[in-house]
């Protein structure tokens, strides 16, 4: 071999090296899932799912002292009937209920189907019916809420985007609002301490760390986020500082007490920009919302790799303070992705403490209806070929009798998207990622204006 064959072995064979190791490291665990995970040489094996590994790591068990990933640990320490479980650990395969051609919503609850929000929304025309969305990444960027918010606002009035939080790893993702942000350090669900008092329903919340801003601009995306009427920042000071508020109307400073409390300032008037900006650091911002004074609104609350367990810490008290300025009439639950892991088909732990979880978010919220909302269908990778995950069609089928447990409703996704096959077609028709997993902004569309149709079918019982 002449010096530059072996020049040439040697730098292929250091490549190659290099790409193994890239694959093998953990990037979603170092960089708190902002980079993904990712194996380079997928499309060499022969079977390999295309879904990145559960992001979360089950956050909340580590926090109450389980080991990574240990869901089982926290089994023992949930206070729930377990004598009625009916063999939901490997679940009878049940089909979602279809009316002309749309998957139904199934109501769990013993009474009629969105007593509350249907209460709500005959009101809308005096008041604000108020919808959050709680999930994971499936729905970051306002995926699926943005379009939903849209469809009920043109039928029933409203606008804006509702909640936001002040700081936003992935600011140019959301097409509804331009928002940008100094000053703050974001705490959430992969970061809350161990005996953090301040988790809520959007599971983030931040501080500032000197003097901070965050600003929100509208978007011509939706008729209903070009403007709104109602700024209103959420937040609890510690200590007396100084907050302005500016809007393209008005502008105006409040000087704070402190306090343990919630507390809201708001300026009023047709907008479409919103600003906050305080001369203090440990200020806790809780969110702001952009809203008209009726019609419906859609909070999206999405944090990446959450499972939803850990709404089962929601601080009460916490909820109750913030509920007297942002209450809901209806939650929707979107979680379970983060807790599939390809293989496995029992999730006796995800299902005891999701029991928690849920009994936790009716007693914060008690004049709210929960859906909850099945995992949509997510693809492994067999050969060339792509297939649905199994482990999803279980977890779905865990979901389902989750809601029966916890007398909620609930929705299949993955039956709404088609069932079996369903990834590959989306991912054929341009909705779906190449991670055969997450809605791009136009799959996002498609599952609401499924998930509408079936709204209206029931509210129309």
Known sequence: MNDSSRHLFVLAALSLGLLVLLSAVPWSRLTGNIIKDFNLFEDLLETKTLAEAPTEDFTEVQAEGGSDGDIAAIADSIE???????????????????????????????????????????????????????????????????????????????????FLPVHSDFPGFRKTVRQSDSGWKLHDIRTFARRDSLRNIACSYAKSVGAASASFKATNAFPGVS????????????????????????????EVSPSPQVQMLSLSGLTDRFEVSTDAPGLVALGVCLDSGAGVQVDCMSVRGNSGMGLRAMNADLCAQMSR????????????????????????????????????????????????????????????????????????????????KTGTLFWDTRAAMGGDGAVAEWRKRKLVNADYIHLNHDGGAELARLFDKALQISLNE
Request: proline share 3%.
């Open 80 to 162: 729930v009937d377990t004598a009625a479980t009916d063999s939901v650990f490997m679940p009878v395969i049940e089909e979602a209920p279809v009316t002309d051609g749309y998957v139904m919503i199934e109501n769990y609850t013993g009474g009629v189907p969105f007593a509350k929000f249907r209460a709500a929304l005959a009101q809308a025309g005096g008041r604000l019916a108020r919808v959050a969305v709680v999930g994971d990444s499936y729905i970051e960027g306002d995926i699926f809420c943005q379009n939903l918010r849209e469809i009920l606002q043109q039928r029933y009035g409203g606008n804006g985007t509702g």
């Open 227 to 254: 403007e709104w009427t109602e700024s209103r920042f959420l937040f609890i000071a510690p200590d007396s500082c100084s907050v302005r508020l500016s809007t393209s109307g008005a502008s105006q400073s409040f």
């Open 325 to 404: 300025y942002v209450g809901y009439d209806l939650i929707i639950l979107e979680f379970g992705m983060n807790a599939i892991t390809p293989g496995q088909n029992e999730y006796e732990g995800y299902y005891l403490s999701m029991q928690k979880a849920i009994a936790k978010v009716r007693a914060c919220y008690p004049e709210a209806d929960i859906l909850v909302m099945g995992v949509g269908d997510r693809g492994v990778k067999n050969g060339t070929a792509v297939e649905s995950l199994s482990d999803a069609k279980i977890m779905g089928q865990v979901q389902r009798r989750l809601a029966r």
